[in-house]
């Protein structure tokens, strides 16, 4: 008795792979449309595709008015999928993310109202704004895209990807992230003041209509899955893996609380999705170089206050040989 198989050839329930020059257009695509609203940042723009490729989730940390929001929108809307967005705030509970059952007098039973956390694409804004009651109400959906609500599981649209944003300026009135969500975070990222020259184009651009309400889709919900599959057969070999193990033992070894096996995990699938944007089908040491910061960073906690998680990876990758 043989597998039933589809007609790309895969067995049941599993997705066809595209080729990877097929899912490199893709990524170009989708990076090319989103740059359309965020000038001049292609470097981060490249690393939020980096994280939706290697099945990941995003943190978004800077100042108030610098394009966080716009950037998780821009990506969404440049892919033919569901999108959904929650404004965090101190009143808003775990049931407001996760959704509820609710009592029908007509029918005399409960249902399940879905909360938006049953999207493709989740922008979680100002996430530290609640209390770590409610952002705990990511952490399952995070990590095995599925949610529990009064003791039923259920799945969450393939792909999930949460792309949650925070500013760093108001600590008085914020709530910092449990360290079991942030280490569930692929990447945090800074996005940074444009240049001169940039902010010029930008207030330019925004004297009419907004540039996000003028692009449309350039992937499908389904190339966006298959491209993931593609990412995810990236070669990479076990020199490459025994350097991200070396890499974050390092970490361990200098601080307090150093980067987790996930982290370790996540620095490999986003190494493959590097790969991947660069046209090739197999990891080398500059692609594990070029995500080692944005994805093991914010999961080292130092011991002493005067070096923080930055300097300690930056210590790695420059002791760490490459083998």
Not at 91 to 114: A, H
Not at 149 to 168: K, S, W, Y
Not at 261 to 272: D, E, F, I, N, V
Not at 276 to 300: C, F, I, K, N, W
Request: net charge negative; aromatic share 4%.
């Amino acid at each position: 008795m043989t597998d039933a198989t589809n007609p790309a050839g895969t067995p049941v329930g599993e997705t066809a792979a595209l080729s990877a020059a097929e899912a490199s257009t893709i990524a170009e695509r989708i990076a090319e449309n989103v740059g359309r609203v965020i000038l001049g940042k292609g470097e981060v723009i490249d690393h939020v595709l980096v994280t939706v490729l290697a099945r990941g989730h995003l943190l978004l940390e800077d100042v108030p008015g610098v394009g966080k929001t716009m950037l998780a929108r821009a990506f969404a809307r440049s892919v033919d999928c569901s999108f959904k967005r929650v404004q965090f705030t101190p009143d808003l509970l775990p049931s407001d993310v996760t959704g509820s059952n609710v009592y029908n007098r007509k029918t005399g039973d409960f249902e399940f109202r879905p909360g938006p956390v049953f999207a493709n694409v989740v922008l979680g804004d100002e996430i530290n704004r609640a209390p770590p009651k409610t952002q705990s109400a990511l952490l399952e959906a995070m990590e095995e895209s599925q949610v529990t609500v009064d003791g039923e599981t259920r799945r969450l649209p393939d792909p999930f990807v949460v792309i949650a944003t925070q500013n760093d300026v108001e600590p008085g009135r914020t709530y910092d992230l449990p360290m079991a969500e942030i280490d569930r975070f692929t990447k945090k990222l800074r996005i940074g003041y444009p240049s001169e020259s940039e902010e010029t184009e930008m207030l330019d651009r925004l004297r009419g209509r907004h540039p996000i309400e003028s692009i449309d889709s350039v992937a499908t919900t389904d190339e966006l899955r298959r491209a993931r599959e593609t990412a995810s057969r990236i070669d990479a070999g076990e020199p490459v893996r025994s350097y991200v193990s070396r890499l974050a033992r390092f970490t361990r070894e200098r601080a307090g609380l150093g980067a987790s096996p996930r982290g370790s995990l996540a620095l490999l699938r986003a190494s493959q999705a590097r790969a991947l944007l660069e046209g090739r089908e197999y990891v080398v040491p500059d692609d594990v170089q070029t995500e080692a910061e944005s994805v093991l960073a914010h999961r080292v906690r130092p011991e002493t206050g005067g070096t923080t998680g930055r300097e300690i990876v930056e210590e790695a990758l420059s002791t760490v040989a490459v083998e």
